[in-house]
């Protein structure tokens, strides 16, 4: 079986990745343009916060893609008793996950916070 690919298939595939990057550095930017004008202490935090979003959102991104491909690639091998145990899996794991990560957001990100922030106004 020979694929073939196109640049209309790619561009399928890849758009809807594009449009959601764009939208998150449109709402950044946005959030950055409204607290530019406050201070430069909210504007310093907006900075902050939009990094940590970001890399929390590309972890629980990352994993959700990489357990698409998983099921996609059983599918593909007809390998049809093994899609509902690798849904499954990954849906636990991702479970697992939000709950660890909303976790360290309560209880870990706070001191994290405080040792790497010199100013007290921009933790608060």
Do not use: C
């Amino acid at each position: 079986m020979r694929l073939q690919t196109t640049y209309r298939e790619i561009l399928r595939l890849s758009l809807p990745l594009m449009v959601g990057s764009a939208v998150q550095n449109i709402i950044a930017l946005s959030d950055s343009v409204f607290l530019y004008h406050l201070s430069e202490e909210d504007f310093a935090v907006i900075g902050l916060i939009s990094a940590f979003y970001l890399v929390v959102a590309a972890i629980g991104y990352g994993f959700s893609k990489g357990g698409q491909i998983i099921i996609a690639r059983r599918i593909g091998e007809q390998r049809w008793g093994e899609v509902g145990r690798s849904f499954y899996s990954m849906l636990f794991f991702e479970l697992f996950l939000a709950l660890v990560l909303f976790g360290l957001m309560q209880w870990g990100v706070p001191q994290m916070l405080h040792s790497i922030v010199s100013s007290e106004v921009i933790y608060e």
